[in-house]
């Protein structure tokens, strides 16, 4: 087994110069260092504060000014200091901040290449669980591998999603489902995080579904969560948020909401998958002010229009109906046209989603969601950020934000997901720190 690799150490001033298209998703005031007051709706979505010929210098990890090139060159610092600064000439490309992945399911140990196969032979979803596939067949690897060999796995996909422009990442236990199997999942984040550049939040998903030990009895199970793994993540500061798989063949309604009490009274904040397989009801789950719904790919007009006025997040993931080879994909038309935020994310899992790419996540938006590639990207940024509780530090480049950018290739940023299937990301600043080849 290889060791986990050092962070890089140092960060040196850089300046990213004659950037084509600069995607600044600057607050909508347009005054650099106002921070948003919510996440973007409707036709803020469209909103990519693009600067032509521009300029971005970063130091100590964090975006001090943003502008045209010829004003940069003028910056008093810039003048006396040029020689310590590293110069990167983006002539011809586009610079958007770094994808905010803020749905991924990193713990696991193998592909589930069985699945795959059944599911191209016509099995559904819950013939699969039925037969022993799905979420409960990456159990077994995860409860026996060792948290290095876990935090192994975690890390080559945070290397793999940096590649393709993602510099923050939700990463989500899951597929332990005891308590020491969900505790080692997130320390094996912990590690995987502290070796990584970029930034990463982590959640508990202890109740992704019931396992085989407390079939029929599920309560149990909620208990467990409840008053064991919860309390020990929190205590241990191991997760910032708690996520529950409310669906059928997963945790019921009432269940997710004594999961969210608990999360509540031990200080994490919550998130759910819901309507994936089937509609939910959320307004019993809106007094935990959840930061991000996920899946909503069955969702009523009611919850819409309770949504449109909260800051709680749509996280849609097309990756998962792409995989699953289904026809409908959520409505993201929808929701966005009623107000309700809209963030993407990648859904990144052995199951459902096995992909780290922003880029693919937006262009299935584009194809599939009917979303323009404008507003794909303020949701794979901004909206990400939101989703995630991090908007004023992540998600938009302007000054006093963290140097989060992504350099494409590019003559036009509409290309990110119109050239689907291949990587135009040639590097990504990750907190200041610079990773792949300019
Ligand atoms: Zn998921």
């Known amino acids: 087994m290889a060791p986990i690799h050092r962070k890089p150490p140092q960060l040196q001033a850089t300046l990213l110069a004659n950037i084509g298209q600069l995607l600044t998703l600057r607050s909508s005031s347009g005054k650099p260092g106002v921070t948003e007051s919510g996440p973007r709706r409707g036709a803020q979505l469209k909103d990519l504060g693009i600067i032509e010929d521009a300029a971005v210098l970063c130091l100590g990890g964090t975006i001090t000014s943003v502008g045209k090139t010829k004003d940069a060159l003028r910056d008093p610092w810039l003048k006396k200091n040029r020689r310590k600064v590293i110069e990167i000439d983006c002539k011809g490309k586009v610079v958007l901040p770094g994808f905010v992945d803020s749905h991924t399911h990193p713990v696991f140990v193998s592909p589930r290449l069985v699945d795959f196969e059944k599911r191209i032979e016509g099995a559904s979803y819950e013939e699969l669980a039925a037969a022993g596939g799905g979420i409960r067949s990456s159990l077994e690897g995860v409860r026996k591998a060792g948290t290095l060999a876990l935090a192994e796995g975690i890390l080559t996909a945070l290397h793999e999603m940096q590649t393709y422009g993602t510099s923050t ?60 793994m919860i309390p020990r993540a929190a205590r241990r500061k191991l997760a910032q948020f708690v996520d529950v798989f409310c669906d059928k063949g997963a945790f019921s309604p009432d269940e997710a909401e004594q999961i969210f009490a608990a999360a509540a009274r031990h200080g994490l904040q919550v998130r759910a998958h819901v309507g994936q397989l089937s509609e939910t009801r959320l307004s019993p789950f809106l007094r935990f002010s959840p930061a991000s719904f996920d899946h909503m790919d069955h969702v009523n007009d009611d919850d819409i229009a309770q949504l449109a006025k909260r800051d709680t997040v749509a996280t849609l993931v097309p990756g998962a109906n792409y995989f699953l080879g289904l026809k409908e994909y959520p409505n993201a038309r929808r929701l966005i ?102």
């Open 337 to 438: 046209d009623a107000g309700v935020p809209v963030a993407l994310a990648t859904d990144y899992n052995p199951g459902t989603s096995p992909t780290i790419s922003m880029p693919m996540a937006m262009s299935l938006a584009c194809t599939h969601m009917k979303m323009t590639p404008a507003e794909a990207v303020a949701a794979a940024t901004i909206n990400g950020a939101w989703a995630l509780r991090l908007a004023e530090r992540k998600g938009s480049i302007e000054p006093g934000k963290d140097a989060d950018l992504a350099i494409f290739a590019v003559d036009d940023y509409r290309e990110i997901p119109y050239w689907f299937g291949t990587n135009h990301c040639t590097a990504t600043l990750l907190n200041g720190a610079m990773s792949g080849m300019v």
């Open 169 to 228: 990442v939700e990463a989500k236990s899951g597929y332990g489902l005891t308590v020491a199997s969900e505790i080692k999942s997130l320390e094996a984040i912990r590690l995987a995080a502290s070796q990584w550049s970029g930034t990463v939040i982590s959640t508990l998903l202890g109740a992704h579904v019931v396992p085989k030990e407390f079939q029929g009895c599920s309560q149990k199970y909620v208990e467990t969560v409840c008053t064991e």
